[in-house]
C-alpha cells in the first residue's frame, strides 16, 4: 500500500501535468495571434485574418481550460501540503498575490475585447487588446517561473523559528536559475504552439482544406519552430551549466553517473540499477558528457554516490524517472529540430514559377507526421517539468525544507479516492479538449474564406481593409 506522501506528490503531479498543457499554449498562441493581426493590418490580406479567427477559438478553449485546472492546482497548498506555506508562505504568497494582481487582472479585462470585440470596437483597440492579453500570460509566466526558482535555487530569506522571512526581494526575484528556466519555459511555449499550429494545419491540408489561411499558418508555424528548436537548444544547454552548478545532483542523476571524475562518457541508453549502483546494458560515448557539461574531455562531473549520507540516506534524486524523462525530453526535441528544418528545406526549394517557402513542396508523408507532432510540445515539456521537478528530491525547497516536511496528515485512503476523482475527471476533459480541436479543425473546411464572401452573403467584408485600417470594426463570425 502506498503511503500519504507518495500518493500526494502522485496527486500533485497529475494536476500540474494536466494544467501545465494550457499554459504553455495560450503563453505563446497570444503571440501569434498578435503577429496574425498585425500581418493583416500591414498587408491587407484576409487569410491572416481567418487565420486569426480560428486559432483564437484555440486560445479561448486553452485559457479557459488553464483557469479551471489551476484553481485546483492553488488548493492543493492547504489541503495536501499545508507545511509548505507555514515554512515558505512569506515568499511563496507574496510570488503568487503578484502573478494574479499584473497578470490574471490583465488578462481577464481585456480577453472578452480579444474574443468578441472583432465588429464591436475600432481596430486599433481590439489590436490592442490581443497584445495585452499575450502580454499578460508572459508576465503570469515570469511571476510562476520565479517561485519555482527560487524553490530550487533559494536565497535572499533567513529563517526564524523554522519560518522563511524574505530580507531581499530582489534577490528572491532573480535567483541564480531564475533567467535560465524562464527563458526556457517561453521557448518551450513558442514550439509547443509552433508545432501545434503546424500539426492542426497539416491535418486541415490533408482533410482537403486548401484555404491560403492554412497555407500561411503551416508556413508560420515551421518556420517559427525551425528557428526556435535551435535557441532552445542553446537555452538548454545553458540551464544545464546552471543546474550541475545548484544541484549537480541533478545533473548526475540525468546523466546516469555514478562515479565523480573526469572523463566522463555520454550515456545514450542504461537501465539505472539503484540497488546495485551502477547501469545495466549501458551503451555510451566516451568523454562526451564532460565535453558538453564542462566543455572540456577532461572536464569532472559529479556521480551520485557522493549524495549518500553517512548512515545510507539517499540525498539524490530517483534516478530511473529523471533519467528517462530528460531523454524523452532531448528526442522529441532532436524531432523537432528534424521535421522543422526538413520541412523548410523542401519548401525553399523553387517552383515551376519561382516562388519559395511553398506548401505544396511538402509530401503527404511528411505532412503526415507533423499531425502527431502537433502534440510533440506536451511532451517535452512535461518530461523537461519531470526532469527538473522529480530531480529535485528530496527537497520541496532546496536545502531548506524536504517533501515529507511539508506533506499533510490525513489518511492514506481519502488522497487514494480524490487522486481517482481527478484521474478521471482529467481524462475526460484531455480527451473532449483534443476533440474539439480536431472537430474546429474538421469544421473549418467547410467555411467559406473571408475574401470571397460578399454583403450578400450576410458578411460585411466590402472595404474591411481600409474599414480596419482607419480603425473601424473588423466583421465578426
Do not use: C
Request: charged share 15%; glycine share 8%.
Amino acid at each position: 500500500m502506498m503511503d500519504t506522501l507518495i500518493l500526494s506528490r502522485i496527486q500533485f503531479a497529475a494536476n500540474i501535468s494536466f494544467h501545465i498543457l494550457f499554459p504553455t499554449i495560450t503563453i505563446a498562441l497570444g503571440w501569434f495571434l498578435l503577429f496574425f493581426k498585425l500581418r493583416f493590418q500591414w498587408t491587407g490580406d484576409l487569410k491572416w485574418m481567418e487565420a486569426y479567427r480560428f486559432w483564437v477559438k484555440i486560445f479561448a478553449l486553452s485559457f479557459a481550460m488553464g483557469v479551471v485546472s489551476g484553481i485546483t492546482m492553488s488548493f492543493q497548498f492547504g489541503t495536501n501540503w499545508p507545511g509548505f506555506m507555514e515554512t515558505v508562505g512569506n515568499i511563496a504568497g507574496p510570488l503568487l498575490a503578484y502573478e494574479v494582481m499584473t497578470a490574471f487582472f490583465l488578462e481577464a479585462v481585456f480577453i472578452g475585447i480579444m474574443l468578441f470585440g472583432f465588429s464591436r470596437v475600432p481596430g486599433w483597440l481590439h489590436t490592442t487588446a490581443t497584445f495585452l492579453v499575450a502580454f499578460g500570460t508572459t508576465v503570469s509566466t515570469f511571476w510562476i517561473i520565479v517561485l519555482n526558482s527560487w524553490m530550487h535555487t533559494p536565497q535572499g530569506f533567513e529563517m526564524i523559528d523554522g519560518v522563511a522571512f524574505a530580507t531581499s526581494w530582489w534577490d528572491i526575484i532573480f535567483n541564480p536559475s531564475m533567467p535560465y528556466r524562464l527563458a526556457h519555459m517561453l521557448l518551450a511555449s513558442g514550439l509547443t504552439v509552433s508545432f501545434l499550429i503546424a500539426g492542426i494545419s497539416a491535418l486541415r491540408w490533408l482533410l482537403g482544406d486548401r484555404k491560403k489561411s492554412v497555407r500561411s499558418s503551416m508556413r508560420a508555424g515551421l518556420i517559427f519552430g525551425a528557428i526556435l528548436i535551435p535557441i532552445q537548444i542553446f537555452a538548454g544547454d545553458m540551464h544545464g551549466l546552471n543546474t550541475l552548478e545548484h544541484q549537480p545532483q541533478k545533473v548526475a542523476a540525468m546523466e546516469g553517473n555514478w562515479e565523480t571524475g573526469p572523463n566522463t562518457p555520454l550515456v545514450l541508453f542504461a537501465l539505472p540499477n539503484e540497488e546495485t549502483r551502477s547501469n545495466d546494458y549501458e551503451i555510451a560515448i566516451p568523454d562526451l558528457a564532460s565535453i558538453i557539461l564542462t566543455h572540456s574531455a577532461d572536464g569532472v562531473v559529479p556521480g551520485l554516490n557522493d549524495f549518500v549520507a553517512e548512515d545510507g540516506t539517499v540525498l539524490h534524486p530517483p534516478v530511473g524517472k529523471v533519467f528517462w524523462s530528460f531523454r524523452v525530453m532531448v528526442a522529441t526535441g532532436m524531432a523537432m529540430l528534424l521535421l522543422s528544418w526538413g520541412s523548410v528545406a523542401l519548401m525553399a526549394r523553387k517552383n515551376a514559377e519561382g516562388r519559395r517557402l511553398q506548401i505544396d513542396r511538402l509530401p503527404k508523408l511528411l505532412l503526415i507526421a507533423l499531425v502527431p507532432m502537433a502534440l510533440s510540445g506536451w511532451v517535452a515539456t512535461l518530461a523537461g517539468w519531470y526532469t527538473t521537478e522529480i530531480g529535485r528530491q528530496p527537497w520541496l525547497v532546496q536545502g531548506v525544507m524536504t517533501t515529507e516536511m511539508a506533506v499533510a496528515d490525513v489518511p492514506a485512503p481519502l488522497v487514494l479516492s480524490t487522486l481517482l476523482g481527478y484521474l478521471a475527471i482529467y481524462a475526460a476533459l484531455l480527451l473532449a479538449y483534443i476533440g474539439v480541436v480536431v472537430y474546429l479543425a474538421v469544421k473549418a473546411r467547410h467555411d467559406d474564406p473571408l475574401d470571397s464572401l460578399t454583403p450578400s452573403s450576410g458578411e460585411a467584408v466590402v472595404d474591411v481593409i481600409s474599414r480596419d485600417k482607419r480603425g473601424a470594426a473588423i466583421p465578426a463570425e
